[in-house]
């Protein structure tokens, strides 16, 4: 029942920018942590960048200094604010969020559909 809905990804120019949401909903204890994930065709998802319901962040090396996580709790939703996009920056963009759905369930992993990002002149 639990479902997460990506918005605001696109079609940019080098250099350009763009803000990616992520809204939980469904039945929902907490969540512990969202993040975004990227993965092109035939490689390896990988992390882009987390964020716990504390607010510690963690970033991957190639997006430092551009990309910013945030999240909101109050509407479990997370943001991902893209500055100086790169051609590099190209693939599908995943959110993910750690959830447990009721006191006696486990935590576990919830992933959107993904949404394309795509860095291009």
């Known amino acids: 029942q639990v479902q997460l809905v990506e918005s605001g990804g696109g079609l940019v120019l080098p250099g350009g920018s763009l803000r990616l949401s992520c809204a939980a909903s469904?039945?929902?204890?907490?969540?512990?942590?969202m993040g975004w994930y990227r993965q092109a065709p035939g490689n390896q998802r990988e992390l882009v960048a987390t964020i716990t319901n504390g607010g510690s962040t963690d970033y991957a090396d190639s997006v430092k200094g551009r990309f910013t996580i945030s999240r909101d709790n109050a509407k479990n939703t997370v943001y991902l604010q893209m500055n100086s996009l790169k051609r590099e920056d190209t693939t599908v963009y995943y959110c993910?969020?750690?959830?447990?759905?009721?006191?006696?369930?486990?935590?576990?992993?919830?992933w959107g559909q993904g949404t394309q990002v795509t860095v291009s002149s």
């Open positions: 469904g039945s929902i204890v907490s969540i512990n942590a």
């Open positions: 993910n969020a750690k959830i447990r759905r009721l006191w006696s369930s486990p935590v576990r992993d919830y």
